[in-house]
T-cell receptor, first 116, second 116 residues
Framework: DTGVSQDPRHKITKRGQNVTFRCDPISEHNRLYWYRQTLGQGPEFLTYFQNEAQLEKSRLLSDRFSAERPKGSFSTLEIQRTEQGDSAMYLCASSFHGTSGRDTQYFGPGTRLTVL | AQTVTQSQPEMSVQEAETVTLSCTYD???????LFWYKQPPSRQMILVIR??????QNATENRFSVNFQKAAKSFSLKISDSQLGDAAMYFC?????????????FGKGTKLTVNP
């Protein structure tokens, strides 16, 4: 068990550019979550997948954001036409959702995005 | 919608002393989970302790314990014998147990400083 990994750890981009982040969950986990954390705030939910299906999206996830989990393993989060307000830490978490309901979310180290 | 409030933006404690971090939440649900997560500087978020709302007994994990008051919707974290490594941001989080995404709803966090 190597934990949740995210790539890249840091990304600096210019306003208007597209960026893509990757998350690799813990191998047996069937749920994958994306959160956004801005300075001085707690993480806010963006979207989640169960296996390859995207089952919920927050209103925070504008049309410029898209997430995929094509084979139910890793996931990508793409932001098109980045804006300065997109600057934040993007956190990925994974869990195993079973019948017990006791699934715990394990977080990755995050990708820090800076939009200039 | 559920909300989580952490009223203490910053707290400090002397090494080996005890500190209590406060958290209140608002929900109309009867079945849910509560969590404390720790986020050290520039490191990933890790789970400290969890509490199931249906359990009256307060959860404990080594030096960490909670005071769960369901009627008051209060969920405080007590850290005993504080260590330098406990210095971090601490986030209180709520998760519904009534199906759906089971996303985490976080408070804004409390920054804990441990003084030698």
């Amino acid at each position: 068990d190597t934990g949740v990994s995210q790539d890249p750890r840091h990304k600096i981009t210019k306003r208007g550019q597209n960026v893509t982040f990757r998350c690799d969950p813990i191998s047996e986990h069937n749920r994958l979550y994306w959160y956004r954390q801005t300075l001085g705030q707690g993480p806010e939910f963006l979207t989640y997948f169960q296996n390859e299906a995207q089952l919920e999206k927050s209103r925070l996830l504008s049309d410029r954001f898209s997430a995929e989990r094509p084979k139910g393993s890793f996931s990508t989060l793409e932001i098109q036409r980045t804006e300065q307000g997109d600057s934040a830490m993007y956190l990925c978490a994974s869990s195993f959702h079973g019948t017990s309901g006791r699934d715990t979310q394990y977080f990755g180290p995050g990708t820090r995005l800076t939009v200039l | 919608a559920q909300t989580v409030t952490q009223s203490q933006p910053e707290m400090s404690v002397q090494e080996a002393e005890t500190v209590t971090l406060s958290c209140t939440y608002d929900t109309s649900e009867s079945d849910y989970y509560l969590f404390w997560y720790k986020q050290p500087p520039s490191r990933q978020m890790i789970l400290v302790i969890r509490q199931e709302a249906y359990k009256q007994q307060n959860a404990t994990e080594n030096r960490f314990s909670v005071n769960f008051q369901k009627a008051a919707k209060s969920f405080s974290l007590k850290i005993s014998d504080s260590q330098l490594g406990d210095a971090a941001m601490y986030f209180c989080a709520y998760r519904s147990a009534q199906g759906g995404s089971e996303k985490l709803v976080f408070g804004k966090g409390t920054k804990l400083t441990v003084n030698p």
